[in-house]
C-alpha cells in the first residue's frame, strides 16, 4: 500500500513562510485524493487542503488565501506552501490519501512540525 513521507516542518516566525512536501511510494498519487490535514495536542485532526488528481483543490477557511496545495505527478509527491503564516498555524501536519477506488481508506503519513512563533 501506499506509504508517504512528509518533510519541511520547522521554526518560522510570524507572516514567514514554509514549504511543506508528502513524497509517496508503492503507488502513484494520481490514485489518490491526497490532502493535508494538521493536529494539536488535546484536538481532532482537521482538514487543511485537499486536492482531486484533476487538480481542483479546496481549504479550510482558516488558510485560504495563504496556503496552497498542489500535485507533482512526476516526483510522486504533494506540497504544501504556506505563506503568511500566524501562531495558530503551529500543529504537526500530515499528509493523507485516500484512493479513489475506496474512499473509505484513509492512509496517513508521520507528520512534520510546523511552529510558528516569535
Known amino acids: 500500500q501506499v506509504q508517504l513521507v512528509e518533510s519541511g516542518g520547522g521554526l518560522v516566525q510570524p507572516g514567514g513562510s514554509l514549504r511543506l512536501s508528502c513524497v509517496a511510494s508503492?503507488?502513484?498519487?494520481?490514485?489518490?485524493?491526497m490532502a493535508w490535514h494538521r493536529q494539536v495536542p488535546g484536538k481532532e485532526r482537521e482538514l487543511v487542503a485537499i486536492?482531486?488528481?484533476?487538480?481542483?483543490?479546496n481549504y479550510a477557511e482558516s488558510v485560504k488565501g495563504r496556503f496552497t496545495i498542489s500535485r507533482d505527478n512526476a516526483k510522486n509527491a504533494v506540497h504544501l506552501q504556506m505563506n503568511s503564516l500566524k501562531p495558530e498555524d503551529t500543529a504537526v501536519y500530515y499528509c493523507?490519501?485516500?484512493?479513489?477506488?475506496?474512499?473509505?481508506?484513509?492512509?496517513w503519513g508521520e507528520g512534520t512540525l510546523v511552529t510558528v512563533s516569535s
Open positions: 493523507g490519501a485516500n484512493p479513489y477506488t475506496d474512499f473509505g481508506v484513509q492512509i
Open positions: 508503492g503507488d502513484i498519487i494520481s490514485a489518490y485524493i
Open positions: 486536492v482531486s488528481r484533476g487538480g481542483s483543490a
